[in-house]
Structure formats: C-alpha cells, structure tokens
C-alpha cells in the first residue's frame, strides 16, 4: 500500500473491475460496499413491510367504529409497524450508507474487521427473519415495541409472540454492536494520511457518534430483555410487582437505550444533510466545528434525559426537574446545527435539486418534530398530552420528517456514486411532493388530534365528528406517501436501466468518495490519497482555490491505535453497561429481601440472608483462583514479547487452569443452591443472583476458550513477540472480567450497597 496525493486525471481514468453477480458471492461477501448495499435492500424490503403495516392500521382508523381489523391483529400490527421502522428500516438503512461510504469518505481500502461487518449483517439478517415468522406461528407479538409490562409478561402474552420479539431484537443487538465497533475502528484506525479527526467529513463524523451510542446504550435494552425472558422462561420476577419485582424498571431500562436510540437513528441523518447543503450551496459547512461538537454535546446529553418518557409515572419532584432541565438543553445544540444549515444555505448558489429540496423540507419539519419536543419537557403538558396522538405526531416529525427526509435526500445524492447513473429529477420532484403532501397531510392533523384527547394506541373509536374528520385526512395522507414510494422505487428501477451516465464527480462535490470511479472499484483507490483540508476533493479540482492555502485545520499527527485493542476495549465497554445495570438491579431488589405478598417482610438485610445462604468464604478462595489469573496472565505476556516460547506456554496454561477451577467453584455452588430448592425462580434475591453471576460465568467461559485458542497459537509458533496485539486485546478482555468478579463479590457476597 502506497500513500501520496491522487492526481486528478488518474481518478477519472480508473475503470471498475467486472465483479460476479452470483448469489453465493453476495451471500459470501467481505466487500463493505456490497454488505451496505445488501443491508440497504433488506430495510427497504422491511419499509414496504412496514409500511405496508401502517397503511393497515390508518384503514382500519379512517373510520369510526371501523371493523376492518381485530383488536388482536392491530396490536399485532402496532408493534410490529413500530419494531419494523426503528430496528429494521431506520438503524441497518444507516448501517448500510455507513458501510458503503465511511471507508470512501476518509480514504480507506476497506473497513477494521471485514469478517465482523459480515457477521453484524447477518445476525441482523437472520433476527429480522425470527421477528416476522413469528406471524407465521398465528402469535405475533402484540405488546407494542417498548412491550412494557406487564403487557409482555406471561400473564398477558401467553403466546409465543413476545419470545420471538424478545430474541429477535438480541439476535439484532449482538449484530448492532459489532457493526459499531467494526464502525469506530475503521475512523479511528483507517483515515487517510493527513485526515484528522477535525477533518474527518461530517457524515463521518456523525456516524463516529452514532457508532459509541450503540455501544453504550444497546446493553441497557439487553439487560432489560435477558431479565425479561428469564421472566417468561424460568418464572422469575423481574418485572412482577406481584412478586416484589417492578414494572417501572423496564421503563427505565427500556427508555435509557430508548431516548439514545431517537439520536442513534437522526444523528447520522444530520451527518447527510451536512454534506448534501455544503454541495448544493457550493460553500462550505458554515462553523464546522460546532455542528461537530454539538454532535458529542447530544450524545452525552442524550444519556441524562430518558426518564421525560416517565413523567407520568410519578418519580417525584426532584426527578422531574433534572430530567425537564436535561430535555430543554439537549434541545441548544440540535439547534446550533439548524442554524448553522441555515447559514450554510444564505447567500449560497443554490443548486435547487431534488436531493436538496429533501434537505429543506427536512430542515422545516425536523425544527416542527424539536419544538413539540421540547413541549413534552415541560411536566404540566406531558401530563396532559402523554399516551395521545400528540406524541404519534412529534415522534413521526422528528423520526420521518427528519430521518426519512435525510435518507431520500442522501439517496439522490449519492445513488450516482453507488451505481454510476443518475436519478431521473422530474419523477424525483414528484415524489418530494407527494411526501411532503402525504407526511404532512398524516401528521399534522395527529398534533390536532392528541390535542382533542384521542388517545394513543387504540383500535377503534367512538363517532366523534372532529376525530373522524381528521383521521380521514391522515389516511390519505398515508396513501400518499405510499404512492411516493412506489415513484421512488421506479425512478431506481428506470434509471438503473436508462438513466444518465453520472461519471465520477456529477456535483462537483468535495468529499474523497468522489474522487475514484463510480461506482468505486473493490479496492476503492489505485493510491491512498493525502489529505490537507476538509474538502480534498475541492483542492484537487481548484487548485488554485485550495482550502489548505487559505484556511488552515488541525493536523494530523498520524497517531492510529492498534486495531485489536480498539475493538477490545469498545467491547468492554459494552459489556459493562451491561453487566452495571445488571448490577443495578441487584441492589434494587435486595436492600431489603421482599417476603412473598400476603406475609409480613422480613427485616433481615441481605447480608444476613446471604450468610446463611452463600457461602462467602468458599467463594472468596474460588475468587483468589480468577484474581490470580490476571497475575500469571500478565507474566505469559511479559514472556511473549520477550520471545520465551516454553515460559509463555507455562504461564498462559496456568492462567486456563486457574479460569477452569474458578468456573468449577461457581458450578459446585450452584450445585449446592439448587440441591437447596433456591433456584432462579424462588425469590428476587436468586434470580438477581443467578443472573448477574451467570452471565459472569459465560463471559469466563468465552475468555477460556479464547485463551486455549491463543496457547494452540503459541505451540504451533503463530503467535510471536511482533504478533503481540491479537494476545494484548484478549488479556483487556480477560482483566476486565477479572474486574467485574470484584464489583459481583463484593456487592452480592459482601453486601456492598446495601
């Protein structure tokens, strides 16, 4: 691999290489530009499905009193239209533009770990596909897609339904955080000489803050769905305030990865509007650093303000109060970026096309989604206007007038550089229209609506004269849209027969995917091109314009981490999440021990129970077995990088040995509770503990595995003193579960906490 500056007429000479349509290579795939484009065709197929499920439940509210639907099948259809649109439309359509156009964009041949970007599409693929043959089974989940409880507990949903929601968004989430990962270390690790981190295109950037939102805030759904099914499986009771357990829990836990999730999917939204205004204005982004900083504003602001979903539940004063204040401040940096677009946009010369009729009508309806956002941060409203359709409205401006405005935006925008044809823009004005109509025509009228008291969530309603007016109005809006849809897909169908040859560069835009062949070769460029300013591509194309001559950016000082260890680390970092609320839980339920209803409590604390029932001085000694293992961890990696083969082999078996023996203490206790009649279903203190120590348990199994995998390395001499990162980011992984032993001992066994 070369690096230097790429010479224009080089670019323009590149011709692509003929690659094979074959299904099996598709399916085999390690190119990141064909998983992004199979992770774009599989959420439009989800769309049509999704979409296909709204239009339905607008059929069946067109009318009052309506029957076209039971009240079985619309719930049916109300959570699987909402899981459709959030994890199967919004989140693998932006993973998809993020893995064709991320590597492009800040001039690399490929992505971190092309083998995890596989595996992340197909646990997604293969999630996707259990959610929906849940239909199939006649028991589709019905509980809506945040399946509060007791709605999705036993009780209410006896049928299989909520399993398969259950395992099916696991099944995603495991996928979601690989792609992350792989995602933060492809623009971590892979920038193009010269390109830092305040040169990084803002889409890029975005995608950067999208990427660590995953990773912080999928395991807090995780958690909540592990204790849920264990509810359902094993007769737990999380989530059962018949049994101790607290429905209000999974609110928490559901809104603390929920309210993250609303940025997870409009963040990268705002990174395509932030290249596609820059182009069409020809100027570049006006305060660059802010609309980027903004950006790492939201997301740790976006961690502080769940529980605005919850005002309703009566949290107390103070409670309100923080989460009423966080709410109205995550509003200020959402809009620096409004005004910062808008500045880009004045006195710009404007290219008024499709792509950027999208961006401003994006632009005027995402500020109309903020505003009633920032309505529901204040307490007196929310408690007027939650559970109505006024919250159908703010939801659907925000995540649609936002996200999906931002998408057919992008997709105009860069569909020449993914296929090497232009999108007809007579038929592309026709459908911005018939979006604009139909959206506004089916949303608004909700704001109305929620205002006259409809509530959300419901079937059928009374003959309300004002009600069935404007529901009328909001289904032919919905028949709109759909209408654009179907134009929109024949514009894709129409051009990529006949449209216009679009050539590398049809916009004359700024960013490195524009400066290789469209659509890019496999190995997307003949020569690492070097970058000196925001807009590389301007400077190859006006030279004597040059960014870098009269504007000057942070420099890259070249510093890249090592591959394995980022992934390792943004792992743990999940993990933990995971593991603290798991955590949190704990502490909850067992400040004091909850006698069974109908019975006095007891007045024992948990470290009275925990005497009796564990073992702590057995368990202590087990734990010095694992402690000790990061010991002689630490020495075989002293002796790998000094090239002691038989030393390393020693230490690094010893260190399994010492693993295999603190597993078989956590077997043998469990043994002993179970032959005690205490198993995960006889109280909150059993399932808390069988829980967070069993996940425990299989994260020491894994690193075992991992570790044997890395002794047979060792003897057959793969594994050598330059070969040291792959052991390094396993021995983070290995310390880390040492460390999470300690905070599991010392809360569960010592009574920390409590």
Not at 254 to 283: A, N
């Amino acid at each position: 691999m070369t690096t230097g500056s790429v010479e224009q007429p080089q670019l323009t000479m590149l011709e692509p290489q003929p690659t094979s349509t074959r299904m099996l290579d598709w399916v085999s795939t390690l190119d990141h530009k064909r998983i992004g484009i199979m992770y774009i065709l599989t959420a439009v197929f989800y769309l049509a499905v999704g979409g296909f499920e709204a239009l339905l439940m607008r059929i069946q509210l067109a009318f009052p009193n309506n029957t076209f639907l039971s009240p079985e099948m619309f719930n049916q259809l109300f959570t699987m239209h909402g899981t459709t649109m959030v994890f199967l439309v919004g989140m693998p359509v932006l993973t998809g533009f993020a893995n064709y156009f991320v590597p492009l964009m800040i001039g690399a041949r490929d992505v971190a770990f092309p083998r995890l970007n596989s595996f992340g599409f197909w646990m997604f693929f293969f999630g996707a596909a259990l959610l929906h043959f849940s239909f199939l089974t006649g028991s589709a989940p019905n509980a809506g897609w945040f399946s509060y409880v007791p709605l999705s507990s036993k009780a209410y949903s006896s049928l299989q339904g909520v399993d398969y929601w259950i395992i099916g968004l696991l099944i995603m989430g495991i996928g979601s955080v690989s792609g992350a990962i792989n995602i933060f270390a492809t623009i971590i690790n892979l920038r193009a000489p010269g390109m830092s981190l305040q040169r990084v295109p803002l889409f890029v950037w975005m995608m950067l803050m999208q990427a660590i939102l995953i990773i912080l805030a999928l395991p807090a759904l995780n958690s909540a769905l592990a204790m849920l099914l264990i509810d359902r499986w094993l007769g737990s009771a999380f989530f059962d305030p018949t049994r101790g357990g607290s429905a209000v829990l999974w609110q928490h836990y559901f809104w603390i990865f929920g309210h993250p999730e609303v940025y997870i999917l409009i963040l990268p939204g705002f990174g395509m509007i932030s290249e596609v205004i820059p182009v069409f204005s020809r100027k570049p982004i006006y305060g660059y650093t802010f609309v980027a900083a903004s950006s790492v504003a939201i997301v740790l602001l976006g961690y502080g303000v769940w529980a605005h979903h919850m005002f309703a539940v009566g949290l107390g004063m103070y409670a309100d109060i923080f989460f009423a204040v966080g709410s109205l401040l995550i509003a200020i940096p959402t809009g620096i970026k409004v005004f910062n677009w808008t500045a880009t946009l004045w006195g710009g010369e404007i290219q008024f096309n499709t792509s950027l009729h999208f961006a401003v009508a994006f632009l005027l309806q995402f500020v109309i989604g903020g505003l009633t956002g920032i309505m529901f941060a204040a307490v007196p409203i929310d408690w007027q206007l939650t559970d109505t359709y006024f919250v159908v409205a703010h939801f659907h401006y925000v995540l649609i007038g936002g996200l999906v405005f931002a998408l057919f935006s992008a997709a105009y925008y860069w569909f020449p550089k993914m296929t090497g044809r232009m999108l007809n823009e007579r038929i592309g004005i026709l459908q911005f229209w018939l979006w604009v109509l139909g959206f506004n025509m089916t949303f608004m009228v909700q704001h109305f609506l929620g205002l006259m008291g409809m509530p959300r969530r419901v079937y059928t309603y009374a003959d309300n004269p004002g009600w069935a007016m404007l529901n009328g109005i909001a289904t032919l809006g919905a028949i709109f849209m759909a209408v654009g849809t179907l134009v929109f897909l024949w514009n894709i169908f129409k051009s990529l027969r006949s449209g216009k040859i679009a050539g590398d560069n049809p916009w004359d835009a700024f960013t490195l995917e524009w400066a290789t062949t469209s659509p890019p070769p496999p190995e997307n460029f003949p020569v690492i091109p070097e970058v000196k300013s925001r807009r590389p591509v301007w400077d190859i194309n006006h030279p004597e314009y040059a960014d870098w001559k009269k504007e000057k950016t942070p420099e890259d000082k070249g510093r890249r981490g090592n591959l394995a260890k980022i992934a390792a680390w943004s792992f743990i970092a999940s993990e933990a999440v995971f593991f603290l609320l798991l955590l949190v839980a704990y502490v909850v339920f067992n400040t004091k021990l909850m006698a069974p209803v109908g019975e006095a409590s007891s007045p024992e604390t948990l470290s009275d129970v925990t005497s009796s029932v564990l073992d702590v001085k057995r368990t202590g000694i087990f734990s010095l077995f694992l402690i000790a293992s990061s010991i002689t961890f630490w020495i075989a990696e002293r002796f790998l990088k000094a090239g002691k083969k038989s030393a390393f082999v020693f230490s690094l078996g010893l260190t399994i040995l010492l693993g295999i023996i603190f597993l078989a203490g956590q077997v043998w206790e469990y043994t002993g509770l179970l032959t005690s009649d205490i198993s995960i279903n006889t109280d909150l203190f059993s399932a808390t503990f069988f829980t967070v120590t069993g996940f425990h348990g299989i994260l020491v199994t894994a690193g075992v595995i991992a570790l044997f995998v890395m002794l047979l390395m060792g003897l057959k001499g793969n594994l050598t003193s330059e070969k040291t990162h792959v052991f390094g980011a396993v021995g983070v992984y290995w310390h880390f579960v040492d460390v999470v032993w300690i905070a599991v001992f010392g809360i569960i066994y010592l009574g920390l906490l409590q």
